[in-house]
């Protein structure tokens, strides 16, 4: 009935990672009644960091069968039961991209035994399966090997199901109700959908987009809109859409710039406005009677939130934050909103000032300091690269920043080694620049999902 899984991975991406170890435990609802596992050879090298995480190392996997050796028996020993694992979305992942590659679509229902904890076992601090383990005296004696894991998680799923009545019903996903769906919605269109990252768009019978999405399972994703019958907007947007189309980015970052690009042109009737925003202090620049570009902070409102370089939490964080490029950037105080009295600011005293507040520097020296530092103000460097994922196994991503600026971004063949940043411009689909982009990057990076950066 199921089949609980564990894998380990070259890595936390299954566009980039390899499997290098499965464990597939069979359960009938009471205990497990059979096992698999096996380590593979994932035809790449293991990072150290992840070889000292997994206790896999290279030299392990070096006789171990490839993945296509042992895809006949994964799926023979899978057939007919639900696939359940812990944060389920990451084993199935990188299993079906494993399949993918060989040109077999694989297909299994599923139970992720996170959100299943989180109804059974509610109010705990965290829900990883270390944390979950100890929580609820669960042996795990070797975190992060697929065999002992597998078999926490299925002792974990007893747990679960006898904390739900024995009954898996509530824990799987709600099917769609296609009698609720537009007549004119091809159901298999839907039913096709594929599970990779990109953005996608529900359009009504005028061909107007009404509502545009992003996900790293753009499948998914659309059937959970489909499934939502909860509120008035859920059910209007479901009995309007009559067509569902879709853009592959490979990159979550490409899809989050797109769909907010693409938001902000369309404006479809049912995309939410954007949530309120909590930084109330921003930093401004104004140009003074002397020519002098001057930096402020001033609270946000409607009469100046296009003018925002950059937002704060806080006065007292727009301050420090002020402070460090003052000094970083050889700015003056007085126009960096910290010398709020006449005179020459006290840095000039103490000949750290080059002596814009009493006119001794002249506007466009100075004023070249304070663009190198407005182009600092997202990001750690002026102009870098970003390499990320792309739509195929045979690409890469490319998305420009230059002298602080989005300018697009594009794709390039595996094969093709950049070495200037010309060949990069050529490559990229041109894109404007805003604070919201400048937020979605900088959000993006410092989450640290990306492949590479490059300055320049």
């Known amino acids: 009935m199921y089949c609980i899984v564990d894998i380990e991975t070259t890595g936390g991406n299954h566009k980039s990672g390899k499997i290098t170890e499965i464990a597939i435990f069979k359960h009938d609802g009471l205990s497990i009644t059979e096992s698999y596992s096996s380590l593979v050879n994932p035809e790449c090298s293991i990072p150290y960091f992840i070889s000292n995480l997994t206790g896999i190392t290279n030299e392990m996997v070096a006789k171990a069968p490839k993945f296509y050796e042992i895809a006949k028996d994964i799926i023979e020993f899978t057939e007919g039961h639900i696939f359940v694992a ?36 509610p109010g705990r601090k965290s829900y990883s399966l270390g944390k979950l383990c100890r929580d609820l005296g669960i042996t795990l004696e070797s975190h992060h090997r697929a065999t002992d894991d597998a078999k926490a998680t299925a002792i974990l799923f ?102 907010s690009e693409e938001i902000k042109l369309i404006q479809p009737k049912y995309n939410r406005a954007q949530k309120r925003n909590t930084r109330n202090f921003g ?52 126009y960096t909103d910290l010398h709020k009295h006449a005179g020459p600011c006290f840095a000039f005293q103490v000949k750290e000032c080059h002596g814009a507040c009493v006119q001794q520097e002249a506007p466009n020296t100075y004023n070249s300091r304070v663009e190198k530092a407005l182009a600092y103000l997202d990001y750690k ?76």
């Open 86 to 121: 812990h944060n389920v979305s990451f084993d199935y992942g990188f299993i079906r991209e494993e399949f993918r590659n060989l040109g077999y679509d694989f297909k299994r229902e599923r139970i992720c035994t996170v959100k299943s904890a989180r109804k059974v076992f």
């Open 158 to 259: 007893d747990m679960i199901l006898g904390g739900n009545n024995q009954s898996h019903k509530g824990l799987m996903e709600k099917d769609i109700k296609f009698s609720k769906l537009n007549p004119l919605l091809d159901q298999k269109v839907l039913k096709d959908l594929p599970d990779q990252t990109g953005v996608y768009y529900l359009l009504n019978q005028q061909e107007e987009i009404i509502y545009i999405g992003k996900s790293n399972n753009i499948r998914s994703r659309v059937h959970s809109h489909f499934r939502n019958d909860k509120t008035k907007k859920a059910v209007h947007m479901i009995a309007e859409t009559t067509q569902i189309r879709y853009e592959i980015t490979g990159s979550e970052l490409i899809a989050l710039l797109k769909e």
């Open 283 to 334: 930093l401004f620049v104004e140009t003074d009677e002397h020519g002098y570009l001057s930096l402020k902070v001033q609270k946000i409102h409607k009469g100046n939130a296009d003018l925002v370089l950059t937002a704060f939490k806080s006065y007292d964080e727009a301050k420090m934050s002020l402070r460090k490029w003052t000094e970083r950037f050889a700015l003056c105080q007085k």
């Open 381 to 456: 460097h002026a102009s870098f690269i970003i390499i990320d994922g792309g739509r195929t196994h045979q690409e890469y991503s490319i998305i420009l920043v230059e002298n602080g600026a989005y300018k697009g971004f594009g794709f390039a063949d595996n094969d093709l080694s950049i070495t200037n940043i010309e060949e990069v411009k050529d490559l990229i689909e041109h894109k404007m620049d805003n604070k919201d982009v400048k937020q979605i990057i900088k959000t993006h990076l410092s989450k640290r999902r990306i492949r590479k950066l490059i300055p320049f």
